[in-house]
């Protein structure tokens, strides 16, 4: 299995990027397809997934609203739709790919994702806003 991420870059505070996530080797319209990140000196956080079936599950608070995930199986890729980013948003973004995987658990203070969900992950792309 290869995934290979790419559409990052920098940009400015307020603006949109769009990554990419071109899978090989999987039967990709099986896959639940994930987007996570890790900025800098932070743990690696799920920020939302697509199952095969089209669903799309929001782990992070910080995804809703402004980010959105789709998928063209076609094509073998996912696309992570990132607007009005932020400073914060600053991370590596990393693509993961498994059956059965998009899943959101709830500790009762926040929802989150486990890494150990997915097997397959791309290599990262870097994104960086600026203020």
């Known amino acids: 299995v290869q995934l290979q991420a790419s559409g990052g870059g920098l940009v400015q505070a307020g603006g949109s990027l769009r990554l990419s996530c071109a899978a090989s080797?999987?039967?990709?319209?099986?896959?639940?397809m994930g987007w996570y990140r890790q900025g800098p000196g932070k743990e690696r956080e799920g920020l939302l997934c697509?199952?095969?079936?089209?669903?799309?599950?929001y782990i992070s608070k910080s995804a809703q609203g402004r980010f959105t995930i789709s998928r063209d199986n076609a094509k073998n890729t996912v696309y992570l739709q990132m607007n009005s980013l932020k400073p914060e948003d600053t991370a590596v973004y990393y693509c993961?790919?498994?059956?059965?995987?998009?899943?959101?658990?709830?500790?009762?203070?926040?929802?989150?994702?486990?890494?150990?969900?997915?097997?397959?992950w791309g290599q990262g792309t870097q994104v960086t806003v600026s203020s």
């Open positions: 697509s199952s095969d079936r089209w669903t799309t599950e």
């Open positions: 080797g999987v039967v990709f319209k099986l896959d639940d």
């Open positions: 993961a790919a498994d059956r059965r995987s998009c899943r959101v658990y709830y500790n009762g203070t926040h929802s989150y994702a486990k890494i150990t969900d997915f097997n397959s």
